[in-house]
């Protein structure tokens, strides 16, 4: 049997006769909302909203954990959703709540309803991200290229998306001072509410399965390691991304190259999915494969606390955006090479609860240690080290040889 992520993929074609590429490209306008606006963009605009609002380091975290917390109720019920509904229904209608949640959040400034929002909007943006991940996995590659740099073209997306809220979030303070991260918001969700209709198209061309029963079985205990490893790189992860704009400008840098920045991170972030990972873990073992890209992304880390400035936040954003939606790949090409096709929504969720609960409790923790004595990069070093445990766990596991 053999065990590496090379291994062959079984599972329905797709009924469309469109380029697989373009179908892939179509399906990235899920995590363009779901992870770009809906969760990152929160980075770029976390620094005038405190100022705004007089929130901590603590507080701002916790509407942090609000989103992580919706994203795992969602990631936790995706697969009863999507047996419900169906998965262009959850796809397309998990993106328009999602640009909703986006427009109500530039409107409220209680902290109550703002946790509520974002945890609605977490909510919806996992349905989003899972079954886009499932669509994108059963797109034909036969003859044309292969499953892995199809998933990864889908998880491309996340790339774009943080490089269009680096352009139109600082243009947005820029325009209406400090106050404008309503407007930036605003901005962000009719962006989303557009993006529905290439959403759409492309769900439209995938083979999906139909509503009725596609529930879990033993087979998913295959996925305990890489779950392990999920939790650690959820919680590792999101403490840069929460918090990398505001310990960019306590370092001095100014709201121009915060926005450059993004810009850099989100053209390593496509670059990185397009051009790196689908080749890489197209030919690493599944055991290696999420060590390499956790370690990645700890090195990815390092530069924006050793090299206070420029130099360091831009090294800082190469590494760590070449790396960071490779583990979302990963995982979903372990469920690929390793399961049957009927349970891959459901086992992508429940991955992604792992993910989620990693999430919600990175920047909590993080936060925490923002506030006390060690400052912000304190909750950095947090999270460099979560990230290296990650990768020498995922390695130590034991894995069973049942890759397909």
């Not at 053999?2 to 399906?27: F, N």
Request: hydrophobic residues 55%; contains cysteine; charged residues 10%.
């Amino acid at each position: 049997m053999d065990t590496s992520l090379t291994a062959g993929v079984g599972g329905a074609e797709s009924r469309s006769t469109a380029h697989p590429v373009v179908i892939a490209l179509c399906l990235s306008a899920g995590p363009v909302v779901a992870l770009a606006f809906t969760r990152f963009a929160y980075t770029l605009l976390l620094p005038p909203m405190r100022a705004d609002l007089g929130w901590s380091f603590a507080v701002s975290g916790g509407i942090t954990a609000s989103n992580a917390a919706g994203y795992l109720i969602g990631a936790a019920t995706t697969g009863l959703v999507a047996r419900r509904f169906g998965e262009l229904r959850c796809f397309v209608g998990g993106m328009a709540i999602s640009a909703v949640s986006l427009l109500l959040t530039a409107l409220l400034s209680n902290y109550l309803w703002l946790n509520l929002i974002r945890a609605m909007g977490g909510y919806a943006t996992a349905i989003v991200f899972i079954v886009g991940a499932a669509l994108a996995s059963r797109v034909t590659v036969s003859g044309r290229g292969r499953s892995s740099q199809i998933v990864s073209v889908y998880m491309s997306g996340v790339g774009v998306g943080i490089v269009l809220a680096g352009i139109g979030v600082p243009w947005s303070l820029e325009h209406w001072g400090e106050r404008g991260w309503r407007e930036g918001w605003l901005i962000l969700g009719i962006v989303a509410a557009g993006l529905v209709v290439p959403a759409l198209y492309g769900a439209r061309q995938c083979e999906q399965v139909a509503p009725g029963r596609a529930p879990l079985d033993r087979t998913s205990l295959r996925l305990l390691p890489t779950f392990l490893w999920y939790v650690l790189f959820g919680a590792g992860y999101v403490t840069y991304m929460t918090f990398v704009a505001a310990l960019l400008k306590q370092q001095g840098s100014s709201p121009g190259t915060v926005a450059v920045f993004f810009i850099v991170l989100g053209v390593a972030c496509m670059a990185g999915t397009l051009f790196v990972w689908g080749y890489v873990l197209h030919r690493l073992h599944s055991r290696i494969a999420p060590a390499v890209v956790s370690f990645v992304v700890a090195l990815g880390i390092l530069p924006v606390l050793l090299i206070p400035g420029i130099v360091g936040a831009f090294a800082s954003a190469v590494v760590f955006g070449i790396g960071f939606m490779a583990g979302p790949a990963v995982v979903t090409i372990i469920v690929q090479r390793t399961l049957p096709q009927p349970i891959w929504t459901a086992s992508i969720a429940l991955l992604t609860v792992a993910f989620s609960l990693g999430q919600a409790l990175g920047p909590v923790l993080s936060g925490i240690i923002a506030d006390g004595t060690w400052g912000i990069s304190g909750g950095f070093w947090l999270s460099f080290a979560l990230l290296v445990v990650a990768s020498v766990m995922v390695v130590l596991c034991p894995h069973p040889a049942t890759e397909r």
